[in-house]
């Protein structure tokens, strides 16, 4: 029987966790039609000579709805063996774009020198996105309805409890969105606006997404001092709206709360056994963290939205309160903030530095909390960063945990244009590399059929996908074939956009998108709804 590809002779490591073996894949129609060994030919043979074929890597946790629409081809994920990617995390989604939520997505396009290209007039609803995004793009995406989306677009960003008929509006705005393809819900309780909804506002919310089948994610309300404290917040939830729940990035941050993952993930477990929780976790493999500069502010500065928060920073008394809490916040030393991305370019100079180097050079002598601040109000709010906040014994032990899967938290990127420039966090080029180069290969945290496993079987599973994430026959034709003793992303913090070595084919739907190391300007992807 003639085939489309077979890729003969390879280690098979098929997304269970069990142990590789060697043998061909044969793929038709973009499907894998028989795994083993046997007779057969095709229409292109590749010999792998004992590399590993992996099912395609599904990115659990990103935020790359945001820069799929202006880099189809997904240059830094496809190149790290990434097939599919959920998108909407942290609260946060492109769609739905209605009322104060629309501002915001517009906001960030044109904030990231994006506007030119993209222009988010093209959707509103999660429906109309995922089919703009459908038409022509490299791999698959799924996504999640951002709770700050929801909220935004009926409370918009002020600090207070929604009305009774306000909440049945939110719950509306779910409902069409996991009708028009979402596959859960996600929340940013960190974030503004989301920090400011209580927990029942979140469980009324993540009933509807139940409905549907979805899962809940969710970026906790802290990750540091009251971590064991948010972790049974998120497991209330899970309880109480019956839906399977995702931890996102499970981390501890600040010197004080080093050692805490081995209390939340006892929590995780005993909620399992005990209250049928289904609560899983991600990771991605780093010590440093990064958000918004503006993150590290208190959450009543932000009340309002950014206008509000600017207008703070100029007022004298107000900005003198944020300047002490910001100071007694012991999360990160100020050589720990690394600014990593401005919009003004008189604040160029700052990138690439941290808070202690830029206080140490400043020549108006200003102490690194006011230039902290300033930084903030010069850039208008859109400064990126990366905190040093984490313990490298706590991300071992998250990772070997059998809860935990891989998710980046980075973006789709590529080295030129508007998504080029700043100092990204290496995870948006690096993550499933430097798992299985690093952690799996070079240390034994984990097995690199382990780290497939967290990689592919696992989210799959948890998004409840039966033909994708483990190789067998009748799967989508998602496949990665790296090199187990070259696999590595050589990126670090100040010089992160480096594409990996030893990852030589990705296909996606049975087209290769990577051939050989490099990207071959195909498009197959599609839209993964429940």
């Known amino acids: 029987m003639g085939h489309d590809i077979l890729l003969r002779d390879g280690r098979i490591v098929d997304g269970t966790g069990s142990p590789w073996y060697r043998g061909d894949v044969a793929i038709t129609d973009g499907r894998i ?39 189809r081809e997904a240059h830094s994920k496809v190149r790290q063996g990434v097939t599919l990617e959920v998108v909407g995390n942290c609260g946060t989604s492109a769609a739905p774009r209605y009322g104060a939520a629309a501002q915001g997505v517009d906001d960030w396009f044109e904030s990231n020198a994006l506007g030119d290209t993209v222009d988010a007039d093209n959707w509103e609803s999660m429906a109309e996105y995922l089919d703009y995004l459908a038409a022509d793009i490299s791999l698959n995406v799924a996504s999640l309805i951002g709770h700050g989306n929801v909220r935004a677009a009926v409370v918009g960003y002020d600090d207070r409890v929604p009305t009774e008929n306000e909440l049945v509006e939110m719950r509306d705005i779910v409902a069409e969105a996991m009708e028009d393809g979402a596959v859960g819900l996600s929340s940013g309780l960190f974030y503004p606006p989301g920090c400011y909804a209580d927990t029942a506002e979140v469980i009324a919310l993540a009933e509807v997404a139940t409905e549907y089948g979805g899962f809940y994610a969710t970026h906790m309300r802290s990750e540091s001092d009251d971590l064991i404290e948010s972790v049974k917040e998120t497991l209330e939830i899970g309880r109480c709206a019956d839906i399977p729940v995702q931890i996102s990035h499970h981390k501890a941050i600040g010197p004080n709360n080093w050692g805490k993952i081995r209390y939340t993930l006892r929590q995780m477990e005993l909620a399992r056994e005990r209250d049928g929780v289904d609560v899983q976790c991600d990771q991605y493999p780093y010590v440093a963290s990064s958000t918004t500069l503006g993150a590290l502010l208190p959450n009543w500065a932000h009340d309002g ?205 049975g087209q290769f998108v990577v051939r050989e190391g490099d990207h071959t300007g195909a498009r197959p992807g599609e839209v993964v709804t429940l």
Do not use: C
């Open 33 to 71: 039609v028989e795994i083993g060994h046997f007779e057969a030919d095709a229409d292109e043979i590749i010999n792998l000579d004992g590399a590993a074929v992996a099912p395609g890597f599904i990115d659990i946790h990103t935020h790359s709805d945001f820069t799929l629409p202006a880099n």
């Open 305 to 509: 939205g950014d206008d509000a928060l600017l207008e703070r920073l100029q007022d004298d008394r107000d900005r003198e309160k944020i300047r002490d809490e910001l100071v007694a916040d012991e999360k990160s030393t100020w050589g720990g903030i690394l600014v990593t991305s401005v919009r003004n370019s008189n604040l160029k100079h700052t990138e690439g530095k941290t808070i202690a180097e830029l206080a140490a050079q400043d020549d108006n002598n200003r102490d690194p909390a006011d230039i902290l601040l300033d930084i903030v109000l010069h850039d208008e709010n859109r400064t990126m960063h990366v905190n040093f906040g984490m313990d490298e014994d706590d991300v071992r032990t998250v990772m070997r945990h059998e809860l935990t899967m891989v998710g980046s938290d980075g973006s789709s990127l590529k080295q030129d244009g508007p998504l080029g420039e700043g100092v990204p966090h290496p995870r948006n080029y690096g993550t499933f590399p430097r798992v299985l180069g690093h952690y799996a290969r070079n240390e034994g945290v984990v097995s690199v059929e382990s780290a497939v496993h967290k990689m592919t079987g696992m989210p799959a599973s948890r998004m409840g996908l039966a033909d994708r994430g483990v190789l067998k026959a009748n799967a989508k034709a998602d496949v990665t074939v790296f090199d187990p003793k070259t696999v590595a992303q050589s990126g670090d913090f100040l010089d992160p956009a480096n594409y990996p070595d030893g990852i030589s084919y990705v296909l996606v739907n």
